[in-house]
């Protein structure tokens, strides 16, 4: 008798946990991000394209700077791409593996683009939910500065900034960072507005939580959806900024490269008959940034409680 | 609505003043004057040269000289490299330029953008929709420095049917491929923003009022759809020329067109002070008043916002 009820008591309990009520927003979203096809294939091309960034440097023939003297000069005849010589991708110019180096540049452009959108994500998150939360004139002045900041053209500023204090791949981070964490802030200082009259923050208040704590432990939290989101869609737009200082020769130095130096380079040779030094520069670029505009659609629509 | 337009230009006026005042401090923190070069000058020489230039005054004070020049007579001082010409007529000569294919590139993001994402989002999941899609997306990760070889390569180098570079004084052969260049990213956003801000406004109550008490399309499409559904374009406006403006420095480049874009990189290059500070404030002012422009349109047009 017991143990009957017993073993009905657990069918009942396993088909709650059944229905779905432990389905949380986050799971939720991972289900509807799957069912999109484009970002879930984005997202494992992606996946191979840093993979790949990490172990293609052990397959490698050749080191990034290091010059093939027999290729020099004549790429266009001897540095064509092919396995027996060991440039996989062919030759630059003088003579370097484009190889090594695409993988190098694909290096440097994921960590500008990935560490640039961690900063602005870091500091606009923070600035926008403080001016959110605190409102009233706080707010206001922390907005008009904002406000002041996104009317200025900020590539001009960046390249005054490289130009006078030197060009340096530190440089470069401080400077895109410093300027794209703006639209960040916007954002979120919205979303907080919403947010900060609801019942969990005015019962966090009453009980004497700091605001400090308020805004890190429930506001920022009950916000990552939407941060998430814009995250993915910045990292394409900082490797852009990137790739057009590094196009101007003000970005990343030699023998250091990324995918805007390489692009530059390949395009300026392009009339020597080396189509190879731009197309495979570009294919990554194009590619990678093809994923994060998909992944990003993606996430936005899975996260988005609109469609529901 | 006064107010706002009163407040508004409260915010452009500091704004102005923060850029002139960054570059200028930016442009002093630099290590080295602009006359320290390989070969030491003899002191007096040197002496003689800075004050020619006011740099012996004290920096608060070339500062407010500066401004009130800046300011009053649209006088961004004279050129640290090139001894003959000022600043001024370095900008009234690459500043034409720039506002020829920097209007045109804005014309035809916004006439082709617009269009291209309303058919999207009118014919919703059918194969105009996937093709406008697709080409925006495409035309996003193509930016203007990969369009630019692009074009060369195919239009000039292959068809033969475009100059490579050049200006002329504007003629259309050589203002095609910079336009193109210049405006296919933006022409992209656009037409993104229109699709997904008129597919929200047909899903709303009103519009299937419309449609339920038998309007005809057309009517439906011109008078309740198309004004709210420009709205956030219109908000995309002030960065997209910030975008434009700033895609001219790639265009000067690969063109030689010889806009703002090519005196400022060339100055960049050569540590001329003073031309990239005049480029960067002229730059900068444009922004600002064109973003005014854009906020009063979205005011003018967004019947919700009353400040």
């Not at chain 2, 200028?24 to 320290?36: D, I, N, R, S, V």
Request: glycine content about 10%; aromatic content about 14%.
């Amino acid at each position: 008798m017991i143990a009957i009820n017993k073993n009905k008591i657990k069918e009942m309990a396993d088909n709650l946990s059944d229905s779905g009520t432990g389905r949380s927003l986050w799971k939720d979203a991972r289900i509807r991000f799957m069912q999109n096809k484009a970002a879930t294939v984005s997202l494992f091309i992606l996946a191979a394209i840093v993979l790949f960034s990490f172990i293609g440097p052990y397959f490698a023939v050749w080191s990034y700077e290091k010059i093939d003297w027999n290729a020099m000069g004549s790429a266009a005849r001897v540095g064509m791409p092919s396995i027996e010589s060991g440039h996989f991708f062919g030759t630059d110019d003088l003579g370097r593996d484009l190889y090594s180096r695409v993988i190098q540049g694909t290096q440097i452009s994921l960590m500008v683009g990935f560490l640039g959108a961690t900063v602005a994500v870091f500091v606009g998150t923070l600035y926008g939910a403080t001016s959110g939360y605190l409102g009233g004139k706080t707010d206001q002045i922390m907005m008009r500065i904002v406000d002041i900041l996104m009317s200025i053209p900020y590539m001009f500023v960046l390249i005054l900034l490289l130009v006078v204090f030197g060009r340096s791949i530190g440089m470069l981070f401080i400077g895109i960072g410093l300027l794209s964490w703006l639209d960040m802030s916007r954002i979120v200082r919205g979303q907080t507005l919403n947010l900060k009259n609801k019942e969990f923050i005015e019962a966090a208040r009453v009980t004497g939580v700091s605001d400090f704590k308020i805004i890190t432990r429930h506001i920022v939290p009950n916000l990552l959806g939407i941060v998430a989101v814009y995250a993915t869609l910045l990292v394409p737009g900082i490797i852009l900024a990137e790739s057009f200082i590094s196009f101007l020769g003000l970005g990343v130095q030699e023998p250091s490269t990324s995918w805007g130096a390489l692009i530059k380079e390949g395009a300026g040779t392009i009339r020597y008959d080396t189509e190879w030094q731009l197309l495979f520069p570009l294919a990554f670029f194009v590619v990678s940034l093809f994923c994060f505009y998909f992944i990003g659609d993606g996430l936005r629509d899975a996260l988005d409680p609109k469609d529901r | 609505m006064i107010n706002y337009i009163v407040k508004r230009i409260g915010i452009a006026i500091p704004t102005l003043l923060v850029l002139i005042a960054v570059s200028f401090y930016l442009m002093h923190a630099a290590p080295g004057g602009p006359f320290t070069s390989e070969r030491p000058l003899p002191p007096q020489v040197l002496a003689n040269i800075e004050a020619k230039y006011g740099l012996d005054q004290p920096i608060w004070r070339q500062m407010f000289s500066y401004l009130w020049g800046v300011l009053t007579e649209f006088d961004f001082g004279p050129s640290y490299k090139y001894h003959d010409r000022s600043v001024n007529e370095i900008i009234a000569q690459g500043f034409p330029i720039t506002l020829k294919y920097g209007f045109w590139s804005f014309i035809v993001a916004v006439g082709v953008g617009i269009p291209l994402g309303a058919i999207a989002a009118i014919r919703k999941n059918t194969w105009i929709d996937y093709l406008a899609v697709g080409v925006s997306i495409g035309a996003q990760v193509l930016p203007n420095f990969v369009m630019a070889p692009l074009l060369i390569i195919v239009f000039t180098l292959w068809l033969d049917w475009l100059p490579g570079g050049g200006w002329n004084g504007g003629s259309w052969q050589y203002l095609i491929m910079p336009v193109i260049a210049l405006s296919t990213s933006y022409m992209a956003s656009i037409a993104r923003i229109t699709r997904s801000s008129m597919l929200e406004v047909l899903n709303t109550n009103y519009i299937r009022t419309a449609k339920s008490k038998g309007l005809p399309t057309k009517i439906i499409f011109f008078r309740h759809v198309l004004k709210p559904s420009l709205l956030p374009v219109i908000s995309y406006l002030g960065p997209a020329f910030v975008g434009l403006i700033t895609g001219s420095v790639i265009i000067d480049m690969y063109f030689s067109t010889g806009g703002m874009g090519y005196f400022f990189v060339n100055s960049a290059f050569n540590r001329d002070y003073s031309v990239m500070m005049g480029i960067t404030i002229v730059v900068g002012g444009l922004t600002i008043l064109f973003s005014l422009i854009a906020d009063l349109l979205y005011a003018w047009v967004d019947p919700k916002i009353r400040y």
